[in-house]
């Protein structure tokens, strides 16, 4: 499952000014410097990737909601997944919040390939 809506996002100061940055003014410049707070330490983000986040900037609008995702009601199995340097959702987060909403079990490593 996506880990969005399992929490509120974390948000720092530095990336809420990119954020709202890239939002007042979609434009290559502010799409990259939005794309370097969001990206690995060490990465640059690809020439497609800030041309696409032009493009989501000056033709879609981000809706926010206050709805989490409720409560586990089924047993079924559920991977929640999280990137070391996720800006928003970072693993400690979401595992605190899997574990109270949808009584998941944690685990520090990705299960094995098969």
């Known amino acids: 499952m996506a880990p969005g809506g399992l929490c509120r996002l974390k948000v720092t100061p530095r990336v809420l000014l990119a954020f709202l940055g890239w939002l007042a003014r979609p434009r290559p410049a502010s799409s990259l410097r939005l794309l370097r707070l969001l990206s ?3 990465r640059t983000p690809r020439a497609e990737l800030v041309d ?3 493009l989501v ?3 879609a609008r981000p809706v926010s909601t206050d709805d989490l995702v409720p409560a586990a009601t089924s047993r079924a199995p559920v991977v929640i997944a999280s990137g070391d ?5 970072p693993p400690d987060r979401l595992r605190a919040a899997a574990e109270q909403r949808l009584q998941a079990a944690s685990t520090s490593s990705p ?3 098969t």
């Not at 340097?85 to 959702?89: A, E, I, R």
């Open 40 to 42: 690995a330490p060490g």
């Open 52 to 54: 696409w986040m032009t």
């Open 57 to 59: 900037g000056r033709h």
């Open 85 to 89: 340097h996720d800006v928003f959702l």
């Open 111 to 113: 299960p094995p390939v």
